[in-house]
């Protein structure tokens, strides 16, 4: 089975990356290059990493106008990720745009899984009543996100484990949800708010975790990789080839 861990690479630059992946080589694992890494190096640190076999999901969470982000996404198709996000608040045509961009320079069948973003797990229910004046629960508002991301031909949504329930039941089980949000038993919450375990998130039904800094910021990573391995009871397969 295919370790559904993504591990986030939030480091300033390509020196603390080449350190920290060095003993996850050779394994195929996902890790995922987002803002403060892709910013700082540029698609040349993507080419590196898809070099040494990880697949990547490149953590952009675009949102402009659809023409906008349609020309992103050819751009960033020609990087060969294996995974890309937009934000579902752009709308049905910006993510439709996401999709065409996508296909225009991949192909439909071998173009990255794109997702989008429903509400950041950094957002918890009154930030979402208060600041963002959305008067529907958590649960309505990301079911409702994760159903405008499938009518637009998306394959599936960023989201916290808390809401996997809700959005297999609207949009289906094969509909994916990679979900960030995760938490050791003992580790900080940090910014985040609508938490789970990787436990957890296996019961809830995500199909991917994302963990950075209970990962990153561990003492041993890759032991720490593969316990959480462990907790949704694969074993850790190490491919070196
Ligand atoms: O809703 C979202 C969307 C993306 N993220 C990203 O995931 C990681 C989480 O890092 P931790 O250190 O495990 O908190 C980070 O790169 C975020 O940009 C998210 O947390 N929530």
Not at 144 to 156: C, I, M, P, V, W
Request: one cysteine or more.
């Amino acid at each position: 089975m295919r370790s559904p861990v993504i591990i986030a690479l939030d480091f300033p630059g390509k020196k603390e990356v080449e350190a920290f992946i060095e003993p996850f080589e050779g394994q195929e694992a996902w890790v995922k290059v987002g803002m403060e890494l892709f910013y700082g190096e540029g698609p040349q640190l993507v080419s590196y990493l898809k070099e040494k076999r990880f697949r990547i999901f490149l953590d952009l969470k675009l949102h402009d106008i659809p023409t906008t982000v349609r020309k992103a996404m050819e751009r960033i198709a020609a990087l060969g990720v294996d995974m890309v996000n937009v934000h579902a608040a752009g709308g049905r045509e910006m993510m439709r745009g996401a999709i065409e961009g996508l296909e225009a320079v991949a192909g439909p069948e071998k173009r990255p899984l794109c997702i989008a973003v429903t509400q950041l797990t950094s957002t918890s229910s009154q930030m979402l009543k208060d600041e963002l004046l959305i008067g529907e629960s958590m649960e309505s508002a990301v079911s409702h996100y994760a159903k405008l991301a499938k009518e637009s031909g998306l394959d599936g949504v960023v989201c916290s484990p808390l809401e996997v329930p809700y959005i297999k039941k609207v949009c289906g089980q094969e509909f994916l949800t990679v979900t960030p949000g995760i938490r050791l038993k003992d580790d900080d919450k940090n910014d985040q708010k609508r938490t789970a375990d990787p436990a957890g998130a296996k019961e809830l039904g995500s199909d991917y975790i994302v963990v950075g800094r209970s990962i990153t910021g561990s003492l041993d990573p890759l032991q720490t990789y593969v316990n959480i391995e462990k907790e949704w009871g694969i074993l850790h397969e190490t491919t070196n080839r």
